[in-house]
């Protein structure tokens, strides 16, 4: 009786191997699709940074305009605006309605380059119903 020596893998062996190895492959190419997202995050924040307190400032300062005949105040709109220090960003400003203090509106900043449909940064802030002295006097 002849016994055979030939050694190997089966194809069998084969196919689980190439199985596991796609599966490896697969979740890493994820791991780039995702790390290009914080990357491209991470500018779009490190570019935004220094034009967002001083545009935060503005808005909470003009955001009502105030009309002495009437004693009203109106909500000013902001869209698609040009951030001031960072030209390729433009923004616009979203107000939820008062709840139950009509003093203090809640708003978002939503930043973008080409649609407002694709934002890329938002920011929070609250604004108040108040009109400084030296817009006033100059209305």
Request: proline letters at 6%.
């Amino acid at each position: 009786m002849r016994r055979s020596t030939q050694s190997g893998f089966t194809i069998i062996e084969v196919i689980v191997a190439i199985a596991i190895f796609m599966f490896g492959i697969t979740a890493l190419l994820g791991l780039f699709h995702v790390g290009g997202n914080f990357e491209q995050q991470a500018r779009v924040n490190a570019e935004l940074a220094p034009a967002i307190e001083p545009l935060v400032a503005e808005i909470q300062r003009k955001a009502f305009s105030y009309d002495s005949k009437t004693s009203t105040y109106t909500l000013n709109t902001f869209v698609d605006q040009v951030v001031p220090l960072a030209p390729a960003y433009k923004y616009e400003l979203w107000v939820e309605p008062s709840g139950s203090n009509p003093e203090f509106r809640r708003a978002q900043l939503r930043f973008y380059k080409k649609s407002p449909e694709r934002v890329l940064s938002r920011v929070s802030l609250v604004i108040t119903r108040h009109v400084p002295i030296s817009i006033q006097l100059q209305q």
